[in-house]
């Protein structure tokens, strides 16, 4: 059963657009909501993370938007630059319990 | 301090082998996790360890996959049989139970390649 829905599987846009990930789960009980980052030839690390006290999280030119009622959330990123250019994974953690499950990620590219 | 590390970073196998993977959590890091990454997949948890024992073994990977951890420092993934399928990079992440950024943390993995 896949908890975490990503769309969607790759994205391109140009240098200085807004790009926008999106991810949908089905847990009610996921209580964390982290997106991670990973380069090419890297491991994935931690971005930007969201409590769903809060319905938006900005961090520079990451934001993320939080809708608990639709069960959805989204990456959009300001801005971007080329080096941006990632494989980006959201994710979901239960109360109480420290495993994530991923979603499949979004392959960004951003073009000069 | 250092992050999470693994050995070996490159492993070639023959089918049918066993091998092992080991992993170095971060100091003080009480939860360790093993992760399979394949581009087809994605990354799919393994096993889950908090203090050492274990949380979840992950259901379709229990026939040939091992997960162990001897000590609060120290784990090991051990395949066996290997299989062609089993081509892919392995990674190794801890955390500390009720951090406050609640992070994962990755080492630089373990890519795999069984013939």
């Known amino acids: 059963q896949q908890q975490v829905r990503q769309s969607p599987q790759s994205l391109t846009v140009w240098e200085g657009e807004t790009a926008i990930l999106n991810c949908s789960y089905e847990?009610?009980?996921?209580?964390?909501f982290p997106w991670y980052h990973q380069f090419p030839g890297e491991s994935p690390a931690l971005l930007i993370a969201?409590?769903?006290?809060?319905n938006k999280k900005e961090d520079g030119r990451f934001t993320i938007f939080f809708n608990k009622r639709e069960k959805k959330f989204s990456l959009h990123i300001a801005d971007s630059q080329p080096g941006d250019s990632a494989t980006y994974f959201c994710?979901?953690?239960?109360?109480?319990?420290?495993?994530?499950?991923f979603g499949a990620g979004t392959k960004l590219t951003i073009k000069p | 301090d250092a992050g999470v590390t693994q050995t070996p970073r490159h492993e070639v196998a023959e089918k049918g082998q066993t091998i092992i993977l080991k992993c170095e959590p971060v100091?003080?890091?009480?939860?360790l996790f093993w992760y399979r990454q394949t581009k087809i997949q994605g990354l799919e948890l393994l096993s889950y360890?908090?203090?050492?024992?274990?949380?979840?073994d992950g259901g379709a990977f229990k026939d040939r996959f091992k997960a162990e951890m001897l000590n609060s420092s120290f784990s090991t993934l051990k395949i066996q049989p290997t299989e062609p399928k089993d081509s892919a990079v392995y990674l190794c992440?801890?955390?500390?139970?009720?951090?406050?950024?609640?992070?994962?943390?990755f080492g630089p993995g373990t890519r795999l390649t069984v013939l």
């Open positions: 992440a801890s955390s500390l139970t009720g951090g406050a950024r609640r992070e994962q943390y």
């Open positions: 847990d009610s009980t996921f209580d964390y």
């Open positions: 969201i409590r769903p006290v809060s």
């Open positions: 994710a979901a953690r239960g109360y109480g319990n420290e495993k994530i499950t």
């Open positions: 100091s003080g890091h009480n939860d």
């Open positions: 360890f908090r203090s050492k024992s274990l949380m979840e």
